[in-house]
């Protein structure tokens, strides 16, 4: 048996879901983990054997991600990524509101966006997820828990925003 | 971990949020909690919005692997890649030996030479050493200048028996300035250099190098960014000072005048 596919397929469903809730799109998250898995493989022999299998995938589709973004960024003729330019279009808009969590993690920087998917959907330790930011522990919880005050506010305001459409 | 009886932190909430408290301290946080109200509502907003963002999510989990995400078709798409490469090696060793045929050699410029059966990292960095340390160079960013070329690549083509080519890349607007030979642990690296109207200059760096077939690696250091691939005993670099979304194309053409 294929040591590589045994290992990696099991996770395949995670960095889809992570994947997903980063691009927003079901094509561009595929390409994305077909791209992860191809960089895998292709590291394969230089992985760590102790290390966290897991950890490393999310490190790898994590910068994958981010360079993507950062290309498109570059590009003039193409919008930016209003959700990852703090107090850009998306953040001053009026609409600023969200009606659930997923649509407020739309509104976060990636880095906000990261920690609060693989922390809390992604079950990764705080560590690990140090880890695949390569940030200090202590920096992915305060990180997190900005994170978690901006997504609470986020959905504060769609709750009110609601209501008031309403009546 | 914190003490049972240490005072109630930011991080004791996140962790109570997480569920990674020890029962101990899940039990010191929530008696302090319950004496502060505005805290025990923002822990409840956070574990509601946790579990929302789960559900909402938890499709994409539940869906079958789609088939071009299986490992083994990964590795079918790998290896067809480099099947079209075959000759590519002829191509290659051509190159090495237009190196060999200039002579030119300069110990510390390739780094530390691991040569053959270096790792891939040992590889990018020589490349892109050897990119920045020419492309620089004003008065002789080659050692061989195009004009010289159908000279050398015919008589290197009757060496080897085969007929040779540097990467047609006009496409781009890159034209071939030339060529240099670099050294590379024991044996010899071949570097063309490449530049366009705008002054930016492109590397094709080709070495012996005995690791394992590789998929095209892009890596970037500061602005200068780097396709790489390994393929049946040759490593293959294209540098630039350019984007990923500039250089793949070319790397891809690169790739394909060099099996063609």
Known sequence: MDEAAALLEPLIPQLRRYAYAMTRDHESADDLVQDTLERALSRWALRRRDGDLRAWLFAIERNLHVSSIRTRRRRPESALDAADEPGGPATQEAGLAARDALEALDHLPEDHRTVLLLVGVEDLTYEETARVLDLPVGTVMSRLSRARTRLRALIETGRSGYLRRVK | ?260
């Open chain 2, 1 to 260: 971990m914190t003490m049972p009886g240490a005072p109630v932190g930011d991080d004791d909430l996140a962790a109570l949020v997480d569920g990674r408290l020890t029962p101990e301290r899940r039990a010191a946080v929530e008696a302090w909690l319950a004496e502060h109200p505005d805290a025990a509502a923002r822990v409840e907003a956070d574990r509601s919005q946790r579990d929302d963002l789960r559900a909402r999510l938890a499709f994409k989990v539940e869906e079958p692997i789609p088939s071009r995400l299986r490992i083994a078709n990964i590795r079918v798409a790998r290896r067809a890649r480099s099947l079209s490469q075959l000759r590519a090696v002829a191509a290659a060793v051509a190159l090495v030996a237009l190196g060999g045929a200039g002579g030119w050699v300069a110990k510390d410029v390739a780094g530390t030479g691991q040569g053959a059966s270096s790792s891939p990292v040992a590889f990018v960095s020589d490349a892109v050493g050897a990119y920045r340390t020419f492309v620089v160079e004003i008065a002789h960013p080659v050692e061989v200048r195009a004009g010289d070329e159908a000279h050398l690549i015919t008589w290197l083509s009757k060496r080897i028996g085969k007929p040779l080519k540097a990467p047609d890349l006009t496409g781009f607007g890159f034209r071939l300035m030339g060529g240099r030979v670099l050294p590379a642990g024991a044996g010899a690296a071949a570097m063309l250099m490449y530049d366009d109207d705008a002054g930016t200059r492109l590397t094709v760096y080709v070495r012996a190098d005995k690791g394992a077939e590789t998929a095209f690696q892009f890596m970037r250091e500061g602005e200068v960014g780097t396709f790489t691939w390994l393929d049946r005993g040759f490593g293959f670099a294209v540098s630039a000072k350019a984007d990923r979304d500039r250089l793949l194309p070319i790397a891809e053409a690169v790739y394909k005048d060099l099996g063609a």
